[in-house]
């Protein structure tokens, strides 16, 4: 076994010896070929590297090289643009359509001409917008934009290269984008400037699709002129050889010819729509209510109110004639309405999905509940109450889970949303008003919200204490009944920025572990609906073991100060020191009417005396009894009970 164990090893080593002398090899070859390759390399790894940065390292580099010219995609200077570019679009959705408005009938109304008012000012301001495209076109080219390879967790890196960005261009469609200055009056050349640069306008400003409407008034304005054209054209072939078709052109209105013809033509009778010469359709309104012939701002408020009625009734009360041009115009109005109208619909129902959901989940859950208490045949005093706080809570939350969306989110932030809820209402707590940031944000983060409905008891006398509860609004009554004693009775009035459960401050910091929760010496009842904080004991435990500055002597001396039960302690005290003394007091009285002796001491010697023995006594008792020395911190105890006799 030895031999073999042997031979092996050699085989490992001749082979471990011949990897060896190929790895030499292989560094001999890689030494006289790597002067060639890493120059090349060196360059491509850099250049690959540099043209790729994260966001929140894109202005290291931008200082690192003062010629870069490529823009952020999220910051400051792309946000503002496109801002302006969208208001840019949108007055440009607002120009386009007004140059249908252009053609006009002319002043003898047998010619159509160019409004050139409005034809100069269109121009103007659609150029204007214009320099926005050229200007949104250099801004494209100058932002980065995030790797398709870095998507696949975060933000992905930004791409800086200007260069890189041709890769994409190959990907766009070209629109051909006319300018506002090529306008003609014919009808074919409107129709083309309208489809290739207002609908592509549209379709990339899906938002500001409600500009369709007055588009489809200017449409039906053009449309009118159309047919107004088209019967003077009928009507002059009736009238051969001495019409011609030129005289339509306002340009020949100055033509000796056109001015005898129009002095003796039968067109202007013909071309009306009360006349059955010509059938107008859906254009005969335009025709009778001289809409063609009126100025700018009333024919674009009337065809802006076509287009709205009949877009918002889907063209149901056009009356249209045997033209196919005219019944496709109809038929896209008809359809374009019902579009608007589905549209309509998904947004409506789409909000009220939104806007329900969580109340159809709690509808459910409710009828959930109903079942269950039925099932389990609750009386109905207690079905009531349980309804009361269902409604409460969804009425206090809108059915939004505050704990679950908290867990989602990190600790910072968690830890930050924490503070700004609670931080205010914890530091109204005198107890904790003294205690430092770092205190102040581990209560905080281990706060949970509490409801409560009007008459529920939080806590009863003599039951464990489990939570403390810091008020946000709402009343609570806690009252005692010193373990039952008959005639004994203290209530007290708690609201927002009070707080109950102390007896758990004190179960918390003892220094010896006690897993028995103290027992509650009032019976707290919310009076009306009260929201409200709670620090349940294991929270409490744990910061009272984290921060030791809690075991305090100030502290526990503004505990005693601010706590409800040791103020009723207090207050049993002096009424029992109160009534001895007038007891005392009454019997000096007696006995001086009867022996004629003076008082032995004045009231407040009297009073003095009367505190330091019940001081020096409550000591003895409590240190005979075992307790713990007035040091402790545990020794917020209920004192030795009181004679009032």
């Not at 033509?255 to 107008?280: A, I, M």
């Not at 056009?318 to 008809?334: D, P």
């Not at 009361?388 to 206090?396: N, P």
């Amino acid at each position: 076994m030895g031999h073999r164990n042997s031979r092996l090893k050699r085989v490992q080593d001749d082979d471990l010896e011949e990897e060896d002398s190929t790895v030499h090899v292989i560094k001999n070859y890689s030494k006289s070929t790597s002067k060639k390759v890493s120059d090349e390399t060196r360059i491509c790894f850099k250049a690959k590297v540099l043209s790729r940065v994260f966001s929140e390292d894109y202005e290291k580099e931008k200082e690192k090289n003062n010629n870069n010219k490529i823009l952020d995609p999220r910051g400051q200077t792309i946000h503002h643009w496109n801002k302006i570019f969208s208001m840019a679009c949108l007055i440009s959705l607002f120009v386009d359509p007004l140059f249908l408005f252009l053609p006009i009938v002319g002043s003898d109304q047998l010619c159509v001409a160019n409004d050139m008012i409005l034809q100069v000012v269109l121009t103007i301001v659609r150029s204007v917008t214009d320099v926005f495209y050229v200007i949104q076109i250099f801004v494209r080219f100058h932002t980065a934009y995030v790797a398709p390879s870095s998507r696949v967790f975060g933000r992905g890196e930004l791409v800086i290269d200007s260069s890189q960005d041709c890769n994409e261009v190959l990907t766009w469609v070209v629109i051909p984008n006319v300018r506002g200055t090529v306008v003609t009056v014919r009808k074919n050349a409107m129709w083309f400037i309208m489809l290739v640069q207002y609908l592509p306008r549209v379709v990339l400003m899906y938002p500001l699709s409600s500009q369709l409407v007055n588009a489809i008034g200017a449409w039906w304005y053009l449309l009118a002129i159309e047919r107004q054209e088209a019967c003077w054209r009928s009507a002059c072939d009736l009238e051969q050889p001495n019409c011609q078709n030129g005289y339509f052109d306002c340009r020949n209105i100055n033509d000796d010819s056109r001015t005898n013809w129009v002095n003796s033509t039968n067109v202007t009778n013909l071309c009306v729509p009360t006349s059955n010469f010509y059938q107008y359709g859906i254009y005969g309104v335009a025709v009778a209510t001289n809409v063609i012939t009126s100025g700018f701002f009333s024919k674009y408020m009337y065809c802006f109110w076509w287009g709205l009625q009949n877009i918002s009734s889907t063209a149901q009360n056009l009356s249209t004639s045997t033209y196919m041009g005219e019944v496709s115009f109809t038929i896209f109005i008809a359809t374009l309405g019902l579009f608007l109208f589905v549209l309509l619909i998904g947004n409506m129902q789409r909000y009220l999905q939104s806007a329900t959901l969580r109340l159809e989940e709690w509808r459910i859950r409710r009828n959930d509940i109903e079942q269950w208490m039925h099932h389990r045949q609750l009386p109905p005093e207690l079905k009531q109450s349980i309804r009361q706080y269902d409604q409460y809570k969804w009425l206090a939350t809108r059915g939004v889970d505050e704990e679950t969306l908290l867990d989602g989110l990190p600790m910072e932030l968690r830890r930050e949303i924490k503070r700004h809820l609670c931080l205010s209402l914890v530091r109204r707590v005198p107890l904790f008003n003294q205690m430092d940031e770092t205190m102040l944000d581990a209560v905080c983060e281990r706060l949970k919200p509490a409801l409560c409905t009007k008459d529920m008891f939080l806590v009863r006398e003599g039951d464990p204490v489990n939570h403390m509860l810091f008020i946000i609004r709402g009343h609570l009554e806690s009252y005692t009944t010193d373990g039952g004693r008959s005639g004994f009775f203290n209530s007290i009035r708690l609201g927002s920025g009070d707080f109950c459960g102390e007896e758990l401050l004190t179960w918390a910091l003892d220094p010896q572990p006690n897993v028995i929760l103290p027992s509650s010496t009032r019976a707290v009842k919310a009076i009306t609906e009260v929201e409200a904080f709670a620090l349940v004991a294991e929270d409490l435990k744990f910061v009272a073991s984290q921060f030791r500055r809690l075991h305090s002597k100030q502290l526990r001396h503004t505990f005693r100060f601010y706590s409800h039960q040791w103020r009723s302690w207090a207050a049993c005290f002096i009424q029992a020191a109160w009534r001895r003394y007038k007891k005392q007091k009454e019997m000096d009285e007696h006995e001086f009417s009867a022996s004629g002796r003076p008082l032995k001491a004045s009231f407040w010697t009297k009073y003095a005396e009367l505190l330091i023995e019940e001081t020096r006594s409550r000591r003895f008792v409590l240190n005979s009894a075992g307790s713990v020395p007035s040091d402790n911190v545990s020794s917020p105890q209920k004192p030795i009970e009181v004679d009032f006799d």
